[in-house]
């Protein structure tokens, strides 16, 4: 596609539910990020995906925070019992391998657990 | 570690008066920074890559080791810049790292 692609771009959900956000990246870009950013923050790291593996999870704040990119292109970010503290924008960006290459960002989801 | 600082939550210029948005950097190597801005309900944009030495409408940045800094420049602020512009820095494993962002406010 012509950019990335996040979807939903707004998501609303109970404390206690699963929820899965779904990034469509740039094709061709082997390179995939996950990032959140809480109000009044700059975006910050969650995991990165090389091809269909998960090259640095550093970032994931705990066992109830996952993501896959089965096939390397798409990826699902998936976060089981939801609280409060994680309503966030969730942004995803993808890049081509390489230090000479810029990132694109998707217009991110908005997570608002009530 | 990695750290960015923007020391300024919101900068708020005249139309015409030169900018400067500041941004200072931690990490041991050789790092890659960049400035990203997000205007009002738009995603976050590339504004420019230390690497490129390019100038994106009017704005620079020079990388200084020295100063561990990377601040952002232009000379005539215009009201279309006012957003938010984030500091990043991408270092080992390829992951970037934000500052907090530091609004620009450009008044008629």
């Known amino acids: ?74 990826s699902t970010l998936k976060i089981q019992r939801t609280e409060r503290g994680d309503s966030a924008v969730y942004l995803c960006a993808s890049r081509l391998q390489g230090p000479n290459y810029g990132y694109t960002f998707g217009s991110g989801t908005r997570l608002t657990v009530v | 570690a990695q750290r960015v600082t923007q020391p300024e939550k919101l900068l708020s210029v005249f139309k015409g008066a030169p900018v400067e948005l500041k941004c200072n950097y931690s990490y041991s190597g050789s790092p890659e920074l960049f400035w990203y801005v997000q205007y009002s309900r738009q995603r976050l944009q590339l504004l420019l890559r230390h690497i490129s030495r390019e100038s994106i409408k009017g704005f620079t940045a020079d990388l200084n080791k020295g100063e561990t800094s990377f601040h952002l420049k232009k000379p005539f602020a215009q009201e279309e810049d006012s957003a938010m512009y984030y500091c990043a820095l991408s270092g080992r494993g390829n992951k970037l790292v934000f500052g907090a962002g530091t609004i620009l406010r450009v008044k008629s």
């Open chain 1, 1 to 74: 596609g012509a950019g990335v692609s996040q979807t939903p771009s707004n998501k609303v959900t109970e404390k206690g539910k699963y929820v899965e956000l779904r990034c469509d990246p740039i094709s061709g870009h082997t390179a995939l990020y996950w990032y959140r950013q809480s109000l009044g923050q700059g975006p910050e790291f969650l995991i990165y995906f090389q091809g269909t593996g998960a090259a640095d999870d550093s970032g994931l704040p705990n066992d109830r925070f996952f993501a896959v990119r089965p096939e390397g292109s798409v």
